[in-house]
């Protein structure tokens, strides 16, 4: 008993460095005490007082100061700051960079960070910030780049919306890029909706300098571009910014050496990056010594699909391309400089007359170096690189709709159980299991077992099936169809990409056989989504099917 009852002495008075702390900051002129009921009036009270494991809520309202975080947690106590409702999440807006993080293990989400264009940066993370997560943010408004990163490791950016960073003008071009990454190691950017910017949506290391960034992943993000809506900075409406959706560069002292940068771009959208802002305008712009996987990759609608640059004074590329669609560019690859190594396995590409699969320049690729087996082409074979009799010349009736750009394949499609076995190559382009001895060619498996049928054929049906939506990507709806073998009852969800649900579609008992319901970008409050990667989630019992849509705004 004794014991006990030092132990909890030793609590209460402990408590206020065990025990995490909620601390509030709102829009008053008054100065609270931090409570939620009388919340600080700024953000430096706030950080004055919080300690690693706090968490810092921000009330909604729009706040004319920075956020400057220099004290942040530690592993297992992260130091958070984040909006209180993620339906109205505070504006932020300081005539500065509105967020800098210069301390390790701070989690920021549910903000929206607006840089009225000035000319700084929106977000900063420094070379303390390690470990920073930005979660849920909308990153908008600048002049410069949306989220400057400078030798900061293991950070995460989930589920962002960057868009509007307009540097210089449509005749005088200045880089304004939505995320840069200069010496980060094992970053992390998912989710995210990255558009109309002068520069890049992403781009590595710009000034090329040390130390070497490495371990990049990019994945379920949709980078893309178009006409400005309206004025903005000093753009004009109708006027399309935006140099790649991402390029990487590396410090040029390092090619001499083992150093060879890994990033990894999987289940991306890239479109819109069309002629007339800058000479060869690609969607993917990667080149130097770096190490590049591609999967289930989908680009469109552009003057380069994929800029791929080999050995010059600063290294070439070594690029890898798995489950890829690409189609409406006017150029699917621009190969340049002798490029060492280029593999494309199971890709399906599109193009129109006039357009060219291979546009080959200053050397083109290394003929040792290029891979190209069990791909779909449409039109007409490339005149070179695609020899291979896993690759075949594709019409209409290889698909379930060409000329929606459906490219799953239908049901008598001469791509069925025509391709090699590829050790690289285990699921196709929604991640469905390719089986050894009987792969499809081109991006899709068409396989039952995968579930990748065609709703209206009388296939047999052993198991729950949820097929693919139609039209995907879409704007402003689209149509998910599922089937049951028997009645059950069933429940329908919308996810964001990190798992918060938005949308209950369905949730009642039903019966056996095909049903289809209609998603119009909506969440369970009437309000629009935004653009961006969407899950959508069938169950029943102990049963659990998804898969991935892409919403275009």
């Not at 090329?208 to 990019?218: A, G, Q, S």
Request: charged share 25%.
């Amino acid at each position: 008993m004794k014991r006990n009852f030092i132990a909890l002495i030793l609590l209460l008075v402990m408590g206020s460095s065990i025990f995490a702390e909620d601390y509030y900051v709102g829009v008053s002129e008054v100065n609270g005490n931090g409570t939620e009921s009388s919340p600080f009036n700024s953000f430096s009270e706030a950080l004055a007082v919080a300690q690693p494991g706090d968490v810092i809520n921000v009330l909604p309202g729009k706040y004319n100061e920075k956020i400057q975080v220099t004290n942040g947690g530690t592993a297992d106590k992260r130091l958070t700051i984040r909006g209180t409702d993620p339906k109205n999440r505070p504006v932020i807006s300081a005539l500065e960079t509105e967020l800098t993080i210069d301390d390790s293990f701070v989690t920021v989400e549910d903000l929206i960070l607006d840089g009225q264009f000035e000319s700084s940066d929106v977000v900063k993370i420094s070379s303390g910030g390690d470990n920073a997560i930005i979660r849920n943010c909308e990153i908008k408004n600048g002049r410069k780049d949306g989220i400057d990163m400078n030798e900061a490791d293991d950070v995460l950016i989930e589920n962002c919306e960057i868009h509007h960073m307009l540097g210089g003008t449509f005749s005088n071009q200045v880089d304004a890029h939505g995320i840069v990454a200069t010496g980060e190691k094992n970053l992390t950017i998912r989710g995210c909706n990255i558009y109309y910017v002068t520069g890049d949506c992403f781009q590595t290391d710009p000034n090329r300098d040390y130390p070497l960034w490495d371990n990049v992943l990019i994945e379920d993000c949709v980078l893309w571009t178009g006409p400005l809506p309206a004025d903005a900075a000093d753009w004009e409406a109708g006027e399309i910014p935006g140099e790649n959706a991402i390029d990487t560069k590396i410090n040029e002292d390092a090619v001499n050496t083992s150093y060879r940068a890994k990033i990894t771009i999987r289940n991306v959208t890239a479109y819109g990056f069309v002629p007339g802002y800058i000479n060869n305008r690609a969607a993917f712009n990667i080149k130097e010594k770096v190490d590049c996987e591609m999967i289930n990759v989908k680009v469109y609608n552009n003057e380069i699909a994929f800029r791929l640059r080999g050995p010059n004074g600063r290294g070439g590329a070594h690029i890898t391309l798995i489950n890829c669609i690409a189609f409406d560019n006017i150029k699917t690859f621009r190969t340049e400089e002798d490029l060492e190594v280029l593999k494309i396995y199971n890709s399906t590409f599109d193009k129109d007359s006039g357009d060219d699969y291979f546009q080959n320049s200053s050397g083109g690729y290394d003929e040792d170096g290029l891979d190209v087996r069990n791909c779909l082409f449409t039109g007409e074979m490339p005149d070179e690189g695609a020899t291979h009799s896993s690759n075949l010349l594709a019409s209409s009736s290889f698909f379930v709709d060409l000329g929606g750009r459906d490219f799953h394949l239908s049901s008598n499609s001469p791509a069925i159980n025509s391709g090699d076995d590829i050790s690289m190559v285990t699921s196709d382009f929604e991640g469905n299991p390719r089986y050894s001895g009987s792969y499809d060619v081109g991006a899709y498996e068409s396989d039952t077992s995968t579930g990748i049928l065609d709703p209206d054929q009388p296939n047999i049906v052993d198991e729950y099936q949820l097929y693919p939506n139609f039209p995907n990507p879409f704007n402003p709806s689209t149509t998910i169809s599922f089937r049951l073998p028997e009645s059950a009852d069933i429940r329908l969800s919308i996810y964001n990409v990190i798992g918060q649900k938005i949308r209950t579609l369905a949730n009642a008992s039903l019966a056996s056989g095909l049903h289809t319901f209609e998603w119009n970008g909506k969440n369970d409050f009437g309000q629009d989504v935004v653009s961006g990667i969407y899950i959508y989630q069938l169950e029943t019992g102990n049963i659990s099917r998804t898969r991935k849509m892409h919403l275009i705004r």
